[in-house]
Structures are given as C-alpha cells and as structure tokens.
C-alpha cells in the first residue's frame, strides 16, 4: 500500500482495516497515499481502527516539548515540507495528517492528543509526576530514563 501501482484488491470490499504498531513505520513521503488507499478498500461504513506508536514528548526534556507544544501551534501554516518531515511528532500532527489524506476537516483532529496533555494527564501518563518531571529535567542524560512510548489510538467510521 502507498506505492504505484494501487493494491490488486477489490474496492469497498472490506468491513474494518486495522493495524497495530505498523503505520508510524510508513515513511512520511507515503504516508497519505497509504490512508487514502485504505479508505478506498474501506466499505461506506466500514470501521478503521489503527493504534500508532507515538514517542512521548518528554523523552528528550523540556525543550523538546516547548518544541512540540509550538510545531502544534503553528502547524496550520507551515509549508507541507515541514509538516511532512514531522510527521511523528506529535500526536495532533499525525492525526491532522491522517484526517487530511481522508478529506476530513481537521478542525477537531487530534483536540484530545495535545502534547501538553500527553505530558501531564494522568490517564495518559502511567507513571507518577515525580517521574515525568524528573524526565522533564534531565534532557540529554539517557543514562537515567529509558525511551517511552505511547499508543494513538485513530478510530474512523466512513461515511
């Protein structure tokens, strides 16, 4: 999916299309025709159901999330290049560019994926606070955090 030619499979024919830690290994530059494929395949009221590993903002410390919580800001108007390059970002940035490749409005995507929220949310943060803001401040130290990693969960019926 995503390359030249189109997938040998017939249009509209399945219910759901799932998939699970696969589609943030799609490179960016494919990763809209790999959607829009999948919407093609996808029947009128079919379900997608797609769980993306998405790297927690904090594992590189407080200027990377200042970093993160400014891309979502100004995200709206940065060239298609930038918004392409990073891609995985974010939460808010894959799901706007999921939603785009659908021809969905992107006016609410991603409103619950904020990066500040992913930051300190406790339903979202499964560790306690002490742990995030140690995290937070010890940028650059890899000996005393390890990687965190957290699931997107992007749920779409068609329409």
Known sequence: MGKEPAP???KGY???????SAL????????????ADMD?????GGTMLHALDIAFPTNRGLPHVMMA?????VYPILPSSMRSRFLF??????????LRALGCPERRSGARAGVVRMVLDPEIVTEPLDFTLNRLMKDGDERIRHFRVGSLLIHLVKH
């Open 8 to 10: 040998d499979l017939p």
């Open 14 to 20: 399945f219910d759901c299309i799932y998939s699970a």
């Open 24 to 35: 943030e290994h799609v490179p960016p530059s494919q990763f809209s025709r790999v959607w």
């Open 40 to 44: 093609t395949l996808l029947r009128p």
């Open 69 to 73: 919580v400014g891309f979502d800001l």
């Open 89 to 98: 970002e974010t939460p808010r940035s894959c799901a706007r560019a999921a």
